[in-house]
């Protein structure tokens, strides 16, 4: 089993509507969870981070943790074209190295 | 905020040749650096760790002999593909770690994509 499964999609919505990302970890030891963002040919940029459980929001992200299900979900208010891109959830090991989830290619239609 | 820059972002070379993919941390001191490949459609694999003046750390099954590694200062590594194949081709991001940002300080280069040919 994979630290971090993620569903690679493809997805496709609507300009203007609700997306909703998520992930599973298998790993209760995780901590803090991240998603990043990667457009075509590009590295990962870092969207959100959150620790622990909760939700955290940041303009028209959202992102939330529930760790007795160990599932994380990053949800995209208003989707905009531009919002077009790989999302990639991580959580940091005890290494100090990220798992990453495979990613999911989202694609909003104007 | 923590800036990563690699270089180049694109590179073609002919089978048999080394290429060297340089990661530069431009604003912090980059205490570990991590160098990722990433197929397309999937998603990125790490292949080894590299801590300033001491051996990188490969994943297994990535030969040590063909991706060196070299992570001579706080501000830089190189990944250089020896004696590159088609199989080689790749798109090759590195990460480093001392910048701020988010919990472990994680920024990523914007990436190199090899075309062996």
């Known amino acids: 089993q994979k630290e971090v499964e993620q569903d690679p999609g493809p997805l496709s919505v609507p300009e203007g509507a609700i997306v909703s990302l998520n992930c599973t970890y298998s790993n209760s030891a995780f901590q803090y969870f991240m998603w990043y963002r990667q457009y075509s040919r590009k590295g990962p940029e870092l969207l959100m981070y959150?620790?622990?459980?909760g939700n955290k929001e940041d303009g028209r992200f959202t992102a939330q943790v529930d760790k007795s299900s160990k599932y994380i979900s990053l949800f995209i208010r208003d989707s905009q074209p531009s919002d077009s891109a790989t999302y990639l959830c991580?959580?940091?090991?005890?290494?100090?190295?990220?798992?990453f989830g495979t990613g999911t290619r989202l694609t909003v239609i104007p | 905020g923590a800036v990563v820059s690699q270089h180049p972002s694109r590179v073609i070379c002919k089978s048999g040749t080394s290429v060297k993919i340089e990661c530069r941390s431009l604003d912090f001191q980059a205490t570990t650096m991590f160098w990722y490949r990433q197929f397309p459609k999937q998603s990125l694999m790490l292949m080894a760790t590299?801590?300033?003046?001491?051996?990188?750390?490969?994943e297994q099954g990535v030969e040590k002999d063909k991706f060196l590694i070299n992570h001579a200062s706080l501000t830089l590594s190189t990944l250089t593909v020896t004696s590159a194949h088609p199989e080689d081709s790749s798109f090759y991001i590195c990460s480093a770690r001392g910048g701020s940002g988010s919990p472990y300080g994680y920024t990523f280069g914007s990436g190199t994509r090899l075309t062996v040919v």
């Open positions: 959150t620790y622990s459980s």
């Open positions: 590299s801590n300033e003046g001491s051996k990188a750390t490969y």
């Open positions: 991580a959580s940091p090991t005890g290494a100090n190295n990220l798992f």
